[in-house]
């Protein structure tokens, strides 16, 4: 199996108008995970309906999404689908794909489930109804590096999820890093070794990510990607595997709060992908008498723009639809960028590209 990076997304608007317009060369579509939160609501449009258009999409592109619900409250729309977010959105997914594509739609399922390697056995069950409507793949996302008695628990959710003769995927999430643990690479080097043997020589996937929780400060700064050199170190110490290389994309790991920003307009920023780094640019809003000023926000992205794109690291507007985006966004350009989605955008199309274009020793 060839090289295939992961994105993990956090269900943000801009994460999902990214997946509409990836590159049309070959190689360009990602494994994707989205992550489900309570702000999806099942009913209307808005982010649901995104959700379920760039599923479409990647369905399209003979890759479902990977659906993981494991951050969705009992209390949360999704959760108390009947039949669960699982079915749910199958059936949303599933509905799409033939309004879009009708007697052409794609052979693959609307969506590949993601379980937890903890999942109690009434969620493999839920599963297994899956399985009954279509057959398909399962992720198992691990969050704790043990690898005791995992012949076991793999056995079990095979069994429970009715996986028969399709694969079984396996994550090994380290969720948000700073730096390289070694001893945090030791155990997960441990437990990719197990589940190569168990799972096969391309199965396995490590995911982290290092983009901070809070900005701070308005210079332009650049720094290493630690899960870059994390993924590394675990390819050398698992000979005769190919571990796949994912991340969560241009946010941090763990989702925001509820309220977020309580409404207030957060200063412009953007986070831009380069090899082994990323550079963070931001600006402060201009305010009069205490209130941003009306257009502050979009004026002060071109500035972010103009000075992205006359650095050596900006890959041309060529590269992505968010680097062709980026670059109309200068001063005199046709574009503007005053909301958060629109940068969110841009920037995941970009780390996208950069993830797909290049090759693994360039990441």
């Not at 380290?174 to 690479?185: E, P, S, T």
């Amino acid at each position: 199996m060839s090289f295939t990076p992961l994105v993990a997304l956090k269900s943000k608007m801009g994460e999902f108008d990214s997946l509409l317009h990836l590159d049309k060369h070959e190689n360009s579509t990602p494994r994707v995970v989205i992550e489900l939160l309570d702000s999806v609501q099942p009913a209307g449009r808005g982010i649901f309906r995104s959700l379920v258009d760039a599923a479409v999409e990647l369905a399209g592109r003979g890759r479902p999404a990977w659906i993981d619900p494991h951050l969705l409250t009992p209390a949360g729309g999704l959760a108390q689908c009947p039949g669960g977010p699982f079915e749910h959105l199958d059936n949303c997914i599933e509905n799409a794909l033939q309004d879009k594509f009708g007697l052409l739609v794609p052979d693959v399922p609307a969506l590949i489930p993601v379980v937890p390697a903890s999942a109690a056995d009434g969620e493999l069950r839920t599963i297994a109804l899956l399985q009954e409507h279509r057959p398909r793949e399962v992720v198992v996302r691990f969050r704790d590096l043990g690898a005791d008695r995992l012949a076991d628990r793999l056995r079990h959710i095979a069994s429970l999820t009715r996986l028969g003769d399709q694969a079984m995927h396996a994550v090994i999430d380290l969720g948000h890093v700073q730096n390289v643990d070694q001893r945090q690479v030791e155990s997960a080097v441990v437990l990719a070794r197990a589940l190569t043997d168990h799972l096969g020589p391309a199965s396995t996937t490590l995911l982290a990510g290092s983009i901070p929780d809070t900005r701070h400060g308005y210079a332009t700064t650049v720094r290493d990607r630690p899960e870059v050199r994390l993924w590394r170190e675990l390819v050398a110490g698992v000979s005769g595997a190919q571990i796949h290389y994912g991340d969560y994309g241009v946010v941090h790991p763990r989702p925001s709060a509820a309220g977020g920003t309580g409404g207030r307009l957060p200063n412009p920023y953007f986070v831009y992908t380069v090899p082994g780094n990323v550079i963070t640019l931001r600006r402060q809003l201009v305010r009069e008498s205490g209130k941003v000023a009306e257009g502050a926000a979009g004026e002060a992205f071109s500035d972010i723009a103009d000075e992205l794109v006359a650095r050596q690291e900006f890959a041309g507007a060529g590269y992505s639809w968010g680097d062709r985006e980026l670059a109309a966004c200068r001063r005199g350009g046709n574009r503007t960028a005053g909301s958060v989605p629109r940068w969110i955008a841009m920037a995941t199309s970009h780390h996208i590209a950069h993830l797909t274009r290049r090759a693994p020793a360039e990441l």
